[in-house]
T-cell receptor, first 116, second 114 residues
Framework: ETGVTQSPTHLIKTRGQQVTLRCSSQ?????VSWYQQALGQGPQFIFQ???????GRGNFPPRFSGLQFPNYSSELNVNALELDDSALYLC???????????????FGPGTRLTVL | DQQVKQNSPSLSVQEGRISILNCDYT??????FLWYKKYPAEGPTFLIS?????DKNEDGRFTVFLNKSAKHLSLHIVPSQPGDSAVYFC?????????????FGTGTRLKVLA
């Protein structure tokens, strides 16, 4: 059973550009959540996908969007990058549709995004 | 609005002694709480959890206590070991439109001194 993997590990972009981050969920997990962790802060919930549909969203603008694929991989897309988007982006996979409170989320190592 | 707060950014403890990490929350709708541990260059890893119907959960050296009336939880590590040195996040979960999502605190960096 493989864990959650993310790519790339690090990424540098300039303001206004677009970026796509990728996540491969743990095998069999049909739910993926994305988090943004700014320096010195805890992870902040961006959104969650269940069976390829968005299943909940945090307080992030529409330029943050996602996709989930049938093979348990997913993407986080950020358009019109801003300096404040510089952060560690974490994905977490879990079983179930997100409405089961006891589902443990398994995190990947994250992608460090720097916006210049 | 920080719904989950960890007011101590850092904590140093001698090896073998007890480490107590604290977490406060404001939203009474939270009904499931978790502690995650994070090493540098790794994602957070699940440590222990507790549901709101309990006030204590124990797993080996780790015990989590929940005081619902005070909206406070704590993680006790006994005895502390140097390998426990990491950043610890508490997280709370509650349903929003049927979706359970985690709200994390800002973390406490624990350093266990040998």
């Amino acid at each position: 059973e493989t864990g959650v993997t993310q790519s790339p590990t690090h990424l540098i972009k300039t303001r206004g550009q677009q970026v796509t981050l990728r996540c491969s969920s743990q095998s069999g997990h049909n739910t993926v959540s994305w988090y943004q962790q700014a320096l010195g802060q805890g992870p902040q919930f961006i959104f969650q996908y269940y069976r390829e549909e968005e299943n909940g969203r945090g307080n992030f603008p529409p330029r943050f969007s996602g996709l989930q694929f049938p093979n348990y991989s997913s993407e986080l897309n950020v358009n019109a990058l801003e300096l404040d988007d510089s952060a560690l982006y974490l994905c977490a996979s879990s079983l179930g549709g997100g409405w089961e409170r006891y589902n443990e989320q398994f995190f990947g190592p994250g992608t460090r995004l720097t916006v210049l | 609005d920080q719904q989950v707060k960890q007011n101590s950014p850092s904590l140093s403890v001698q090896e073998g002694r007890i480490s107590i990490l604290n977490c406060d929350y404001t939203n009474s709708m939270f009904d499931y709480f978790l502690w995650y541990k994070k090493y540098p260059a790794e994602g957070p890893t699940f440590l222990i959890s507790i549901s709101s119907i309990k006030d204590k959960n124990e797993d080996g050296r780790f015990t989590v206590f929940l005081n619902k009336s005070a909206k406070h939880l704590s993680l006790h590590i006994v005895p502390s070991q140097p390998g426990d040195s990491a950043v610890y996040f508490c997280a709370a979960s509650g349903s929003t439109s049927g979706t359970y999502k985690y709200i994390f605190g800002t973390g406490t960096r624990l350093k266990v001194l040998a």
